[in-house]
């Protein structure tokens, strides 16, 4: 792929709203595929019981498979439940399987039950440009394990009504999270997703996130696409199944523009608008 500038060391980036059904998931593996595209090396940890990421990314997560849980709950190394993702070179993935659903409850009782993940990717030896963490739609263990782990995140916001509502509470934890276990941690990236600018409220509500969060909202946004939602169940990602779509432009380019700013390089909006 064509070249981006590179982190001097690895960005963790947490994707995460409380809020089900905004894009986490899509937004993880499919920015992952394109930064990977790009010429990065990406891992993607699949924090989530339902195993979405991995399956959209068409990895194996039966029952038996080495998973994120055994690295959580386990403590097994992190390099030994890592899958290459088939298709797009320099990009991996940590499965979820139906396992991690019990991880809630069985993490209560474990030492350092909100640093178990930081841990694991500090004993992490693989060179990585990006790692992105698709947390469920709560705002329990397995989320506080990933903002322990992270130093940004990256909120999805979808264009419809209440879009922000619940996102105090995410903000709150962030605070907390950053004032007792993980200074660095930030909300570096906000993103809108499933935009479709014919309609007047998501232009509003596109206008409301930017206004309450300013410079954090990406430029580009990503628009509906059947294409998008097609993709998951042949286990891809929009990037191979339909290159040339507006969803897979639009990742693209959210890809580069958070690689820029990253390095503190402008980024030029020319092309943010693809399709939405
Ligand atoms: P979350 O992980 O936050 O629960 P998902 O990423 O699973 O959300 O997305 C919810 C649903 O919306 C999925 O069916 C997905 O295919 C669909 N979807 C996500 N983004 C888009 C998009 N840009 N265009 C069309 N459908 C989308
Ligand atoms: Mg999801």
């Given amino acids: 792929g064509e ?10 980036i947490v994707v995460a709203n409380q809020k ?13 595929a394109s930064l990977a595209l790009h010429g990065a090396r990406v891992l993607v940890i699949d924090l989530d019981p339902q195993g979405n990421a991995s399956t959209a990314l068409g990895i194996d997560h039966h029952a038996e498979v080495p998973s994120i849980y055994d690295v959580l709950v386990e403590s097994k190394p992190l390099a030994e439940v890592v899958q290459p993702v088939r298709d797009v070179e320099g990009l991996f993935c940590a499965p979820a399987t139906i396992d991690l659903a019990g991880a809630e409850i069985e993490l209560v009782s474990l030492v350092a039950r909100e640093s178990r993940l930081q841990r694991a990717i500090q004993a992490y030896e693989q060179p990585l440009d990006y790692i992105l963490i698709d947390c469920p739609p709560s705002l329990g263990l397995l989320t506080v394990n990933a903002l322990v782990a992270g130093q940004e995140v990256l909120i999805p916001i979808q264009c419809e009504y209440y879009a922000l509502e619940g996102l105090g509470q995410l903000l709150r934890n962030v605070d907390l999270v950053r004032g007792h276990l993980n200074p660095t941690l930030h909300v570096s990236t906000i993103l809108l997703t499933m935009y479709d600018g014919r309609t007047r409220l998501a232009s509003q509500v596109a206008e409301e996130v930017r206004s309450h969060f300013g410079d954090e909202v990406l430029r580009t946004s990503i628009p509906r696409s059947v294409r998008i939602s097609e993709a998951p169940s042949y286990g891809q990602t929009v990037l191979t199944y339909d290159p040339g779509s507006s969803g ?3 990742y693209l380019e959210a890809a580069r523009e958070i690689a820029l700013k990253g390095v503190g390089v402008s980024y030029d909006a020319t092309h943010a608008h693809i399709g939405a």
Avoid: F, I, M
């Fill in 20 to 32: 089900g059904g905004v894009g986490k998931t899509t937004t993880t593996v499919n920015l992952a």
């Fill in 248 to 250: 897979a432009l639009s």
């Fill in 3 to 12: 070249g981006l500038p590179r982190p001097e060391r690895t960005r963790v």
